[in-house]
């Protein structure tokens, strides 16, 4: 796999991957700080209108912004390196999370006019537990089509982050970490390869 397919989406990131991005692009971002009584439902619902305006404006900074307020990169950067993980240097992690953030954006805003948002509603959540919560949402498009979609959300202090979306049966985490791994595994195995060509 070559850059310029990593960069521009070619294989599944067309198909799956290009509805995991438009549903669930609040989780390859930061948090902000929201009210202790805030429960996971109202929060997600909050992502959600960011989300759907960010959309509507189709632009990578308007993703990006949305992206740098509302997810836990650890938990999703690290992941999506996969077996690689452990070969990329702390010292690295600050450029590849910023890479990760830019690739998904630009590709976020060449894919928003197939995927025109109409609107998204959280319905429900589950019992939080230490390893989260899930919140169950409806996103629906232009055309009337909808697509349920679910919510991994992370506790961090007295807020959540984003730690995953699922889409059709599938986790947009485990469509980078393959998209990643492939990456890296087919450029000499180091990591540092991935968060260069991100970072173009």
Do not use: C
């Amino acid at each position: 796999m070559t850059i310029a397919r990593l960069r521009s989406g070619h294989g599944f990131l067309r198909t799956r991957f290009g509805v995991l991005v438009l549903a669930s692009i609040a989780m390859v971002s930061f948090g902000m700080g929201a009210a202790r009584a805030e429960q996971p439902v109202q929060y997600m619902q909050r992502v959600a209108n960011e989300l759907v305006t960010a959309a509507r404006q189709g632009t990578s900074d308007a993703f990006m912004q949305v992206m740098e307020r509302h997810a836990d990169l650890p938990s999703i950067g690290l992941y999506s390196l996969g077996s690689y993980a452990k070969a990329l240097p702390s010292s690295e992690r600050t450029s590849y999370y910023s890479g990760m953030m830019s690739f998904i954006s630009r590709y976020a805003a060449s894919q928003a006019p197939q995927y025109p948002v109409v609107k998204a509603v959280a319905i429900g959540q589950t019992e939080e537990t230490r390893s989260g919560v899930y919140v169950d949402s409806v996103v629906t498009m232009r055309d009337g089509t909808s697509y349920e979609v679910r919510w991994w959300l992370i506790r961090r202090g007295s807020s959540f982050k984003v730690g995953d979306a699922e889409v059709m049966g599938f986790w947009a985490r485990e469509q980078l970490k393959r998209l990643f791994e492939t990456y890296i595994s087919e450029n000499g195995g180091n990591p540092k390869t991935l968060v260069l060509a991100l970072n173009r």
